[in-house]
């Protein structure tokens, strides 16, 4: 028995009718006290669900939806069978995200694919350099030196970005071409496609983190690996 629950509810209306108003056993008033006890239980939970939806932290199914939609519009969509606990923990991480700053756009893609990106900012001596200086530098005859970018002051306001897509795990239970374990007729094998890979990382959802990180009028050049 639980706090609200049928038969607490029923409990609760037996002990405050007096015992001698009826004879026992009584189906009658059984049938009676229970109805009421059904009303009232399903009547409890109901506001127990609601006040759940009211915090973000306890909210569950479509009012999470409701709750990414509120603050972040229709960039911070649930994934494909995403579950609430990891749509909650996506929702909750995106609060605390540094943005339009070069370590809050790598924090972020960083987060999302599991491997830093490289950002190359053609204006930026930090990121770019001269021969010999900075971050480009020549390479002798004994191999000593660095590899860099030059840069170029003629394109301001834009980043060029090598960003790497995750490494997908498949379709769970299916088994890929030249798998040992399945064949016709021995295994699971079937035909998949991309809708069928659960919570997988997408080019949208990539170009998505970077136009929700980066500095308004910046141009990012992108290329997937």
């Known amino acids: 028995m639980a706090v609200g629950d049928q038969n607490d509810i029923s409990n609760r209306l037996s002990a405050v009718i007096p015992s001698s108003w009826f004879k026992w056993p009584n189906p009658l008033y059984t049938a009676f006290i229970q109805g009421i006890s059904a009303v009232f239980a399903t009547n409890y939970a109901l506001i127990i669900y609601a006040k759940a939806q009211t915090r973000m932290a306890t909210a569950i199914g479509g009012f999470l939806d409701l709750i990414s939609y509120d603050y972040f519009g229709l960039t911070l969509p649930r994934k494909n069978s995403e579950s609430d606990a990891s749509f909650l923990a996506r929702i909750q991480e995106q609060f605390g995200v540094e943005r339009v700053t070069l370590k809050g756009m790598i924090t972020a893609l960083t987060n999302l694919t599991?491997?830093?990106?490289?950002?190359?900012?053609?204006?930026?001596?930090?990121?770019?350099?001269?021969?010999?200086?900075?971050?480009?530098?020549?390479?002798?005859?004994?191999?000593?030196?660095?590899?860099?970018?030059?840069?170029?002051?003629?394109?301001?306001?834009?980043?060029?970005?090598i960003v790497h897509r995750q490494v997908q795990a498949g379709v769970a239970n299916v088994a890929g071409l030249d798998s040992n374990v399945a064949g016709l007729d021995a295994g699971p094998l079937e035909i998949t496609d991309q809708t069928m890979i659960n919570g997988a990382l997408t080019d949208a959802d990539i170009y998505a983190t970077i136009n929700a990180t980066r500095p308004t009028g910046v141009i990012c050049w992108v290329a997937l690996q």
């Open 114 to 161: 599991g491997k830093a990106p490289t950002i190359i900012e053609p204006w930026n001596t930090g990121t770019c350099g001269a021969l010999d200086v900075g971050t480009l530098a020549l390479y002798d005859q004994n191999g000593a030196g660095g590899a860099g970018f030059i840069g170029d002051t003629n394109l301001p306001a834009q980043v060029f970005m």
